[in-house]
């Protein structure tokens, strides 16, 4: 069993450590640094940097085991990966953390060298439980029974099967709960779902805590759009596009404006029938990636 | 003594004609954002079957062109018909003529009514020297 890990999230948005994704689990054919115990947070599949931890020496002896697949924390676990709420107990426990997570055990911690070597740690937060039916190891929002069960509402509510002017994109928010949890917020029922397009507004204000947003393209690769709105040409033609299962301009830009807005770690996610794309909305070769279909 | 009124209509008529030659032949101005969807068309990798299916597999962005007035008049001309309008706007719809890979590529761009931001698809329309459209794609 997996443990479900987003310190990184969560601490990059206390503003303490700008370690910035979320982290992947190891795979067979590429060793996860994390293992080694150097690293707090392993780069995430966007490429962005993550901090390195530096080894946890004293402390109380934690048990071996394997920390991606051990919900247990045993070594390895040099800073718990869950979510603190800011101004509750686990925040004094981060901002002492060295680079990045929840400290256990830690220098300076309880039970680690400086500490008090008494008084209890803080009360571990509930462990999300991935669903481990889906084959997406790498990224823990998809792993998430909860955004799961939000991937198969929006994904029924977005039509896909009737015909194209009864289709609706559908999309929402993915937050953190603050206790290694996610939650799903749809978008506001004013904003308008059109078989091809999700009317924003001017001003895009996201939860404070939001860590990616999603929306669906209730499409399959090849199918024609027959009915977005761009395809009257002004000579009056109606021409059908091809859909190719790839983020659009506008999903890639109002992901741009989010990060540059200050929610730099926000990631967008599509769902489709063919696959769930995540994309940072930059332009470039490691800036989108995708899933086999999960959870919908 | 001139005739006022005869020179009057033959100055509306050599300017009205002169404005139909500069819409007809015009190529419209380029718009932001709209190269990239080509850029983005030649490289994303879901995007290949559509570069297959045009004869723009393995085409570089570096070779994207702009299409301009003067030295591409004639094309501009018949992707204005094939579009339809002359003037590279129409409605919230902004475009640009490119070339590239010996293919002729209209990139569109919407422009949001105030109040709104509009998150969907934007088309990219693909011909060939003949002007047969070769395919339509969501960008």
Request: proline share 11%.
């Amino acid at each position: 069993m997996r443990k479900f890990f987003l310190g990184c999230v969560g601490v990059a948005f206390s503003g303490l450590v700008a370690c910035s994704d979320l982290p992947t689990a190891p795979t067979s054919s590429q060793p996860d640094a994390r293992l080694s115990g150097l690293m707090g947070c392993p780069r995430g599949p966007d490429g962005e940097n993550c901090y390195t931890l530096p080894p946890v020496s004293g402390g109380p002896t934690i048990p071996a085991c394997d920390p991606w697949m051990d919900a247990n924390w045993c070594k390895g676990d040099q800073c718990v990966m869950g979510v603190p709420a800011v101004n509750g107990p686990e925040f004094s426990g981060i901002a002492s953390c060295p680079i990045g997570g929840w400290p256990i055990g830690g220098p300076g911690q309880p039970g680690g060298p400086g500490g008090d070597g008494g008084s209890p740690p803080p009360a571990k937060p509930p462990l999300e439980q991935p669903d481990t039916a889906c084959n997406t190891p790498t990224d823990q929002i998809v792993t998430s029974s909860a955004i799961q069960s939000a991937f198969s509402t929006i994904w029924q509510q977005s039509n896909y099967g009737l015909p194209h002017p009864q289709r609706r994109e559908q999309g929402g928010w993915i937050t953190s709960d603050g206790f290694g949890g996610l939650q799903f917020t749809p978008f506001p029922s004013s904003w308008a779902r059109e078989p091809c397009r999700i009317g924003f507004p001017a001003q895009v204000t996201p939860p404070p805590n939001v860590v990616a947003w999603v929306h669906t393209h209730p499409y399959r690769n090849g199918e024609l759009l027959t009915e977005c709105q761009q395809q009257q040409l002004p000579n009056g033609a109606r021409v059908p596009f091809t859909y190719r299962g790839d983020p659009s301009w506008d999903d890639d830009d109002i992901t741009r404006s989010l990060r540059q807005a200050g929610y730099a770690h926000v990631r967008g996610y599509i769902i489709d029938e063919d696959k769930i794309t995540w994309f940072t909305g930059d332009d470039t070769p490691t800036s989108v990636g995708s899933y086999s279909r999960c959870g919908y | 003594m001139l005739n006022m009124g005869f020179l009057i209509g033959v100055l509306s008529a050599l300017t009205a004609a002169s404005a139909d030659v500069t819409a007809a032949q015009a190529c419209p101005t380029e718009v932001p954002n709209t190269r990239v969807l080509v850029e983005r068309f030649l490289t994303r990798a879901a995007h290949e079957p559509s570069r297959q299916e045009t004869g723009l597999t393995g085409t570089l962005p570096s070779s994207i062109r702009l299409l301009q007035s003067e030295t591409d008049d004639a094309v501009c001309a018949r992707l204005n018909t094939a579009i339809g309008s002359s003037s590279g706007q129409s409605g919230p719809w902004r475009w640009t003529y490119y070339t590239a890979g010996g293919r002729y590529v209209v990139a569109m761009q919407y422009v949001s009514p105030p109040g709104e931001r509009r998150v969907g698809f934007v088309p990219i329309f693909v011909y060939d020297a003949s002007m047969r459209l070769l395919g339509t794609y969501a960008m």
